[in-house]
């Protein structure tokens, strides 16, 4: 069974920074795409980054040049490296692993992933 689980999630201050995992369990996903996503209060889920199974990467608008998307395939984790946190990032972010060896497509859309964490909290205070 698939499992993905999320951690380093919390509160922290506007400017601050914070480093997320996902670690995946029941399969490797050394070949496929892994993504980061978010939903806060009210809104849609939304795209936040992606690595591909090469590892290029892929990010929203809003969080170019902040956050950071990585993978270590021998722990088979994905990480997202988040700085210069804003109030407006808090959400739930959820990590996503797609199931198709060597993906190559659209990234950013939720319809790519077919495996999703349970997600962890972060609160970026003002």
């Known amino acids: 069974q698939v499992q993905l689980v999320e951690s380093g999630g919390g509160l922290v201050q506007a400017g601050g920074s914070l480093r997320l995992s996902c670690a995946a369990s029941?399969?490797?996903?050394?070949?496929?795409?892994m993504g980061w996503f978010r939903q806060a209060p009210g809104k849609e889920r939304e795209f936040v980054a992606a690595?591909?199974?090469?590892?290029?990467?892929f990010y929203a608008d809003s969080v170019k040049g902040r956050f950071t998307v990585s993978r270590d395939n021998y722990k088979n984790t994905v990480y997202l490296q988040m700085t210069s946190l804003k109030p407006e990032d808090t959400a739930v972010y959820s990590c996503?692993?797609?199931?198709?060896?060597?993906?190559?497509?659209?990234?950013?859309?939720?319809?790519?992933?077919?495996?999703w964490g349970q997600g962890t909290q972060v609160t970026v205070s003002s």
């Open positions: 029941g399969r490797t996903f050394s070949s496929n795409a």
């Open positions: 996503a692993a797609d199931r198709t060896n060597w993906y190559s497509g659209d990234y950013s859309l939720r319809g790519t992933y077919e495996y």
């Open positions: 690595i591909s199974w090469s590892g290029s990467t």
